[in-house]
């Protein structure tokens, strides 16, 4: 019947009516800086394929397509998505590293480089730009480069509610109000979210409000506010299992995960003002930006009540200057941004019972000696220059600087570990592209980034003291890529190929000790990724896109020295854990003119290693199938059907998750302790949503 069914749509995809071409239109952009975009590896997705069909539960929905951009969803709420951009990012064991992250101009990624996704409302989201690789020189903090999502405002008044129910107790209700009036336009989002999960302990209550406001002052004046709220009052952690878990019962969760209430009670308000002065001469762009978050946060051994405000500025000019047929564009800017965290961290003794509703967990915490109580502080300035040289819209040169200036500062007010750490770093980068004609383009670039290690990776100690580890230090990149992009007239499509190599210094890898479920972090010595990424999207016909994308990644060590049992060990060659070496994405939609519409979305990820050490640990009689994460391949099916009435739009719509059901594991936690590496994804799943436009 499955096996029907995916003919029957397939088929359907491809009967389409001849007689209308469809043309790739160009796209304005506007959050990304503009220079980049022509010398490095970018990508931009529009409402339709953020939206179609889909929950806007995880970015693996909508981003999955793109090569090099690898969405591990743990299907753990308490973690979120695991984002790596060419394998950077993939060692996170909490939150999003490596990548700078922005939501209508205002960066979600905080100073340390950290970037927490679940207060994202991709419901609003109207466009998501991705810029590949080190991106320093521009962004700062982001190793991986940059994800830029930009909220829709209509220009007709639009209300849209949603509801979408489906397995494993999925409750989604939405509501979207916006539109326009003269010199203004608004946008009020909220979403509420439960959800059971497919594994015991997963449950999530979330509520979002998201709001936008702009208006045009002047011709040459513009100002942009932005308010988000985020509140969950529970995101259970299910953890990681070993492979004799998962074999046998993949929804499980260990007992001592349940008694120890794994999970986080969070609420976040995060609010900015973007204000843009555009001259003839020249444009101006100024954002101040401010976030309060609390968090409360049991993980297995201890409790972390986290307290944190963090903000900043973020400054930039913009000028053209022509020479004959040519010009120069001139940027220059700076970002000043501060992090405070009040940490307070205590033994936990667990929960005196396991009956406890998800709600009530967190008010009968058992909490034993305290371990921590510091105020943590990071300070980053930022100044940057670009030069942008374009010779007849033909050929262009880029010289691009930045110096980045890191204070990280702790006051211990429980032990004697108060300090301070300064990390610094000059981030050049330089590029050329040539676009011999309309319809491609090539481009060759050099680009440094680096990451610091985050305030959670400075204070997590093995030897539990307070204060900031001495020994960690930030990660360096050193990246060159050649890419070309081709627009085929005879068949609407456009064609994009990126390969690249990447040296890293000091990686920061994570690790686990003996007797503890604390993730630690150190430096490694060197490593290398080479990689080749490609893309080809077709549209060949009206309503009717398909695209076909792969990436390959060869990530290993050049140089690591790990110690482990008090025996040293040199993992030169071996594979970074966590990162498949293949990964192939395509996607086939397809929409009648009477409504009727269908996707089919494939995946196929290769296997990876699940540890440093490639395979069975020394002294451990374990076989090697219990450390290497199987390869998997799954279809995801979307179809509805939207009514057309003067006022109102309504839409029906249907969507399986995994149709084969397919036994794989979403994500791994490297190098855990007690071969507890896997976390499982779910089987076959289905939901039904219906959404309305009232105009």
Same mark, same amino acid.
């Given at each position: 019947?499955?096996?029907?069914?995916?003919?029957?749509?397939?088929?359907?995809?491809?009967?389409?009516?001849?007689?209308?071409?469809?043309?790739?239109?160009?796209?304005?952009?506007?959050?990304?800086?503009? !220079?980049?975009? =022509?010398? +490095? #590896? $970018?990508?931009?997705?529009?409402?339709?394929?953020?939206?179609? *069909?889909?929950?806007?539960? %995880?970015?693996?929905?909508?981003?999955?397509?793109?090569?090099?951009?690898?969405?591990?969803?743990?299907?753990?709420?308490?973690?979120?998505?695991?984002?790596?951009?060419?394998?950077?990012?993939?060692?996170?064991?909490?939150?999003?590293?490596?990548?700078?992250?922005?939501?209508?101009?205002?960066?979600?990624?905080?100073?340390?480089?950290?970037?927490?996704?679940?207060?994202?409302?991709?419901?609003?989201?109207?466009?998501?730009?991705?810029?590949?690789?080190?991106?320093?020189?521009?962004?700062?903090?982001?190793?991986?480069?940059?994800?830029?999502?930009?909220?829709?405002?209509?220009?007709?008044?639009?209300?849209?509610?949603?509801?979408?129910?489906?397995?494993?107790?999925?409750?989604?209700?939405?509501?979207?109000?916006? !539109?326009?009036? =003269?010199? +203004? #336009? $608004?946008?009020?989002?909220?979403?509420?979210?439960?959800?059971? *999960?497919?594994?015991?302990? %997963?449950?999530?209550?979330?509520?979002?409000?998201?709001?936008?406001?702009?208006?045009?002052?002047?011709?040459?004046?513009?100002?942009?506010?932005?308010?988000?709220?985020?509140?969950?009052?529970?995101?259970?952690?299910?953890?990681?299992?070993?492979?004799?878990?998962?074999?046998?019962?993949?929804?499980?969760?260990?007992?001592?995960?349940?008694?120890?209430?794994?999970?986080?009670?969070?609420?976040?308000?995060?609010?900015?003002?973007?204000?843009?002065?555009?001259?003839?001469?020249?444009?101006?762009?100024?954002?101040?930006?401010?976030?309060?978050?609390?968090?409360?946060?049991?993980?297995?051994?201890?409790?972390?009540?986290?307290?944190?405000?963090?903000?900043?500025?973020?400054?930039?000019?913009?000028?053209?200057?022509?020479?004959?047929?040519?010009?120069?564009?001139?940027?220059?800017?700076?970002?000043?941004?501060?992090?405070?965290?009040?940490?307070?961290?205590?033994?936990?003794?667990?929960?005196?019972?396991?009956?406890?509703?998800?709600?009530?967990?967190?008010?009968?915490?058992?909490?034993?000696?305290?371990?921590?109580?510091?105020?943590?502080?990071?300070?980053?300035?930022?100044?940057?220059?670009?030069?942008?040289?374009?010779?007849?819209?033909?050929?262009?040169?880029?010289?691009?600087?930045?110096?980045?200036?890191?204070?990280?500062?702790?006051?211990?007010?429980?032990?004697?570990?108060?300090?301070?750490?300064?990390?610094?770093?000059?981030?050049?980068?330089?590029?050329?592209?040539?676009?011999?004609?309309?319809?491609?383009?090539?481009?060759?670039?050099?680009?440094?980034?680096?990451?610091?290690?985050?305030?959670?990776?400075?204070?997590?100690?093995?030897?539990?003291?307070?204060?900031?580890?001495?020994?960690?230090?930030?990660?360096?990149?050193?990246?060159?890529?050649?890419?070309?992009?081709?627009?085929?007239?005879?068949?609407?499509?456009?064609?994009?190929?990126?390969?690249?190599?990447?040296?890293?210094?000091?990686?920061?890898?994570?690790?686990?000790?003996?007797?503890?479920?604390?993730?630690?972090?150190?430096?490694?010595?060197?490593?290398?990724?080479?990689?080749?990424?490609?893309?080809?999207?077709?549209?060949?016909?009206?309503?009717?896109?398909?695209?076909?994308?792969?990436?390959?990644?060869?990530?290993?060590?050049?140089?690591?020295?790990?110690?482990?049992?008090?025996?040293?060990?040199?993992?030169?060659?071996?594979?970074?854990?966590?990162?498949?070496?293949?990964?192939?994405?395509?996607?086939?939609?397809?929409?009648?003119?009477?409504?009727?519409?269908?996707?089919?979305?494939?995946?196929?990820?290769?296997?990876?290693?699940?540890?440093?050490?490639?395979?069975?640990?020394?002294?451990?009689?374990?076989?090697?199938?219990?450390?290497?994460?199987?390869?998997?391949?799954?279809?995801?099916?979307?179809?509805?059907?939207?009514?057309?009435?003067?006022?109102?739009?309504?839409?029906?719509?249907?969507?399986?998750?995994?149709?084969?059901?397919?036994?794989?594991?979403?994500?791994?936690?490297?190098?855990?302790?007690?071969?507890?590496?896997?976390?499982?994804?779910?089987?076959?799943?289905?939901?039904?949503?219906?959404?309305?436009?009232?105009?």
């Amino acid at each position: 019947m499955i096996k029907l069914l995916v003919i029957f749509l397939l088929l359907n995809n491809l009967i389409v009516a001849q007689d209308s071409i469809y043309t790739l239109q160009p796209v304005e952009i506007t959050a990304i800086r503009t !220079g980049l975009t =022509n010398f +490095q #590896s $970018y990508y931009l997705l529009d409402s339709s394929e953020i939206h179609k *069909g889909e929950i806007n539960l %995880s970015f693996e929905e909508s981003l999955t397509k793109i090569p090099g951009l690898i969405i591990s969803d743990r299907n753990n709420p308490s973690l979120g998505d695991k984002i790596s951009i060419r394998g950077i990012g993939s060692r996170s064991s909490f939150g999003i590293r490596g990548i700078k992250i922005l939501v209508d101009n205002i960066p979600l990624t905080i100073p340390d480089g950290q970037s927490q996704t679940n207060n994202i409302d991709l419901f609003s989201a109207g466009r998501i730009e991705i810029l590949k690789g080190p991106s320093s020189s521009q962004y700062g903090n982001a190793a991986g480069g940059v994800i830029s999502i930009q909220s829709e405002i209509p220009s007709e008044i639009k209300i849209n509610p949603s509801v979408i129910i489906g397995e494993d107790e999925l409750r989604k209700y939405s509501l979207k109000m916006s !539109g326009s009036s =003269n010199t +203004q #336009s $608004y946008l009020v989002s909220f979403n509420n979210l439960n959800y059971t *999960g497919f594994r015991e302990h %997963s449950e999530r209550n979330i509520y979002q409000l998201n709001t936008i406001y702009k208006n045009s002052l002047s011709e040459k004046l513009r100002l942009t506010a932005v308010i988000n709220y985020f509140n969950s009052p529970y995101l259970l952690n299910p953890s990681s299992l070993n492979k004799a878990s998962i074999d046998t019962n993949r929804n499980s969760v260990r007992d001592f995960v349940k008694q120890q209430g794994a999970g986080e009670k969070a609420n976040q308000l995060q609010g900015g003002i973007t204000i843009n002065l555009l001259n003839d001469d020249f444009n101006f762009e100024t954002t101040i930006y401010l976030l309060s978050r609390n968090l409360l946060n049991p993980i297995p051994g201890r409790i972390i009540d986290l307290k944190r405000t963090s903000g900043g500025i973020r400054s930039i000019v913009k000028a053209v200057f022509p020479v004959d047929k040519s010009e120069i564009n001139i940027s220059a800017g700076v970002d000043v941004e501060f992090q405070s965290d009040m940490r307070k961290e205590f033994e936990n003794n667990g929960l005196i019972n396991l009956n406890f509703e998800p709600d009530e967990i967190f008010d009968n915490l058992n909490y034993g000696n305290k371990l921590i109580d510091q105020k943590e502080y990071v300070l980053g300035i930022g100044p940057f220059l670009s030069a942008e040289f374009l010779l007849n819209n033909t050929l262009g040169f880029l010289a691009s600087l930045r110096y980045d200036s890191y204070l990280f500062k702790v006051d211990d007010f429980y032990t004697v570990n108060s300090g301070k750490r300064r990390m610094n770093q000059l981030s050049p980068a330089t590029g050329i592209f040539f676009k011999p004609n309309l319809y491609s383009k090539y481009f060759l670039n050099y680009s440094t980034s680096f990451q610091t290690p985050t305030t959670s990776e400075l204070s997590n100690r093995p030897n539990q003291q307070g204060g900031f580890n001495p020994d960690l230090n930030p990660e360096r990149i050193y990246q060159m890529e050649f890419g070309t992009e081709y627009f085929l007239r005879e068949i609407n499509a456009i064609f994009s190929a990126a390969l690249y190599f990447m040296d890293f210094s000091d990686l920061l890898i994570p690790y686990q000790i003996s007797g503890s479920e604390e993730i630690f972090f150190r430096n490694a010595g060197e490593a290398r990724n080479q990689g080749i990424e490609v893309m080809i999207e077709i549209n060949p016909f009206k309503n009717f896109r398909t695209s076909f994308s792969y990436t390959f990644m060869n990530f290993v060590y050049k140089k690591y020295m790990v110690e482990f049992n008090g025996v040293e060990y040199s993992l030169e060659k071996n594979k970074m854990p966590g990162i498949p070496k293949q990964i192939f994405a395509a996607q086939i939609y397809y929409e009648s003119n009477f409504g009727i519409w269908s996707k089919i979305k494939f995946l196929f990820a290769d296997e990876y290693f699940t540890n440093d050490f490639n395979g069975t640990l020394p002294g451990s009689q374990s076989p090697e199938s219990n450390f290497l994460n199987e390869s998997y391949f799954k279809i995801d099916l979307r179809f509805g059907y939207k009514f057309e009435f003067n006022l109102l739009q309504p839409e029906l719509f249907f969507g399986i998750n995994n149709l084969l059901n397919g036994k794989y594991n979403g994500s791994i936690v490297p190098n855990a302790v007690g071969e507890r590496y896997f976390e499982p994804a779910p089987g076959r799943t289905w939901y039904l949503g219906m959404q309305c436009e009232i105009f």
